[in-house]
């Protein structure tokens, strides 16, 4: 390439966002990178240089996410390649999470990101061209985890809303792909990334297998490489005809086929039911 892309990722100061701006900024890309804590960026990644901006950013406050993409334009001049990759996990089953338990993983997860494309569309629509990279889960394919039901739902959100823009941007010369990431061996599974429910209700075994199986079992266990996920967004970022859809991880792979033939398999059994509501 003859001249750099400026990316513009959230969630950068650990898991797999951070991963992808240290193979960003290594390979020479301008980078703004975002964080709700502006010194823990500072502290794994960097201070502000001529290539990298951290911004402290709240992604569920519109005017804190229209000051950043107007700073990011101000250093940069432009925007080429956004990564809504902020969130975090939610356990819990249905009937134990609260409402606002439910509504602030919603928050982030999904209105969050919507808050970014919003501000950032006006930018992309203007210099036609631009790439919006939105960090579902393989969980925003098949809800089948037992006390991962709101968390699911709001990939399923993302996956949603990342079809939509897929189609409503293509006019402009930008593009939109969700990505679907298996388990990938980041801290995603411990600390502020993974959330248990305040209240728990015993008679859900199998919510409850499942949580202590995450903390315990799958957490340090994962299958997937974080620096070989950053290498592939960066070649997804490159091509000229990219996926709307994009599984991540061997295990993403499978889970997606399974799922599929499922779908497929549920589907043709009820056909005739299905088709006998026509006039």
């Known amino acids: 390439m003859s ?3 400026v990316w513009f990722v959230t969630g950068a100061s650990k898991g797999l966002g951070f991963t992808l701006v240290k193979k960003l900024l290594t390979a020479g890309y301008s980078v703004v990178a975002t964080s ?3 010194s823990e960026l500072q502290k794994v990644i960097s201070t502000e240089n001529s290539d990298f901006l951290p911004l402290e950013v709240d992604l569920v406050n519109e005017n804190s996410v229209a000051e950043a993409v107007l700073k990011s334009i101000k250093k940069f001049g432009r925007l080429d390649v956004i990564v809504n990759n902020a969130g975090y996990g939610q356990l819990g089953t249905l009937e134990e999470l609260t409402d606002e338990e439910s509504r602030k993983n919603f928050d982030t997860n999904v209105f969050g990101s919507l808050n970014i494309i919003r501000k950032a569309m ?12 939105n960090i579902a889960s393989i969980g925003g394919l098949t809800g089948e985890f037992a006390g991962w039901g709101v968390y699911c739902a709001t990939k399923f959100a993302v996956v949603g809303f990342t079809e939509a823009l897929a189609a409503e941007v293509k006019e402009f010369g930008v ?3 969700v990505v679907y990431p298996g388990y990938f061996r980041t801290d995603f599974l411990t600390g502020g990334s993974l959330r248990t429910p305040i209240t728990e209700i015993e008679d859900y075994s199998a919510a409850r297998q499942l949580q202590v199986a995450h903390e315990q079992d799958i957490n340090g266990n994962q299958p997937g490489d974080p620096e070989k996920a950053a290498l592939a967004l960066i070649t997804l970022a490159e091509m000229e005809n990219p996926p709307v859809h994009l599984v991540l991880g061997s ?13 497929q398999n ?9 088709i006998s509501t026509d006039y």
């Open 266 to 274: 549920e589907i043709s059994k009820y056909k005739n039911l299905s």
């Open 251 to 263: 295990d993403a792979f499978e889970i997606a086929g399974n799922k599929l033939n499922t779908l």
């Open 3 to 5: 001249t750099k892309k």
């Open 36 to 38: 709700r804590n502006i």
């Open 122 to 133: 006006p930018h992309l629509r203007a210099q036609k061209s631009g790439f919006i990279i």
């Open 175 to 177: 593009n939109a792909t």
